[in-house]
T-cell receptor
Framework: GAGVSQSPSNKVTEKGKDVELRCDPI?????LYWYRQSLGQGLEFLIY????????KSGLPSDRFSAERTGGSVSTLTIQRTQQEDSAVYLC???????????FGSGTRLTVV | GQQVMQIPQYQHVQEGEDFTTYCNSS?????IQWYKQRPGGHPVFLIQ?????EVKKQKRLTFQFGEAKKNSSLHITATQTTDVGTYFC???????????FGKGTRLHILP
């Protein structure tokens, strides 16, 4: 597609439930990133995929968070047993390669009640 | 770990005044990128600087990369209401492919 697509755009979930967030990067972009942004705050790195290499998971805040990227394209970020502190906007970005500028999606606003 | 510090956190300027935001890294960077995030929007890539001492311009925006490749600045001349938003710098080291974002400078324009 023309841009990075994320779904859903908004998600309200009850505390303790699992959620899946989807990211469809720009076709041909080998690098895919997940960031988290709390209201009025900066971007917190979560995970990075580059081609077929093992992902860089160093930013995942706990083992409740996991992500996968299938076929080098679509990525899913899964949060298990959601907590209120998980409420944030989850942003996905892709780039042609690791040294290039990122194109961000519009994000998924997650609210845990 | 690597940190990218950005100052100021907030800036209010009168329309027509200039604005500058500064970015400093604890380690030498291989490159630095700048992004703009409008209120309610997502970050949009503006530019990437790679060379020591590099200066790039985009209309009223001037970007600089320090000689030591540890700091950078974004200067906006004669601000307009369309400049409102948060400006993020993001640095990459030679050791890592991912970039680390600063916390951003939120620019508010007073009419």
């Amino acid at each position: 597609g023309a841009g990075v697509s994320q779904s859903p755009s908004n998600k309200v979930t009850e505390k303790g439930k699992d959620v899946e967030l989807r990211c469809d990067p720009i076709s041909g972009h080998t690098a895919l990133y997940w960031y988290r942004q709390s209201l009025g705050q900066g971007l917190e790195f979560l995970i990075y995929f580059q081609g077929n290499s093992a992902p860089d998971k160093s930013g995942l805040p706990s083992d409740r968070f996991s992500a996968e990227r299938t076929g080098g394209s679509v990525s899913t970020l899964t949060i298990q047993r959601t907590q209120q502190e998980d409420s944030a906007v989850y942003l996905c970005a892709s780039s042609l390669g690791p040294g290039d500028g990122y194109t961000f999606g519009s994000g998924t606003r997650l609210t845990v009640v | 770990g690597q940190q990218v510090m950005q100052i100021p956190q907030y800036q209010h300027v009168q329309e027509g005044e200039d604005f500058t935001t500064y970015c400093n890294s604890s380690t030498t960077l291989s490159n630095i990128q700048w992004y703009k995030q409008r209120p309610g929007g997502h970050p949009v890539f503006l530019i990437q600087l790679v060379k020591s001492g590099e200066v790039k311009k985009q209309k009223r925006l001037t970007f600089q990369f320090g000689e030591a490749k540890k700091n950078s600045s974004l200067h906006i001349t004669a601000t307009q209401t369309t400049d409102v938003g948060t400006y993020f710098c993001a640095g990459r080291t030679n050791r890592d492919d991912k970039i680390i974002f600063g916390k951003g400078t939120r620019l508010h324009i007073l009419p």
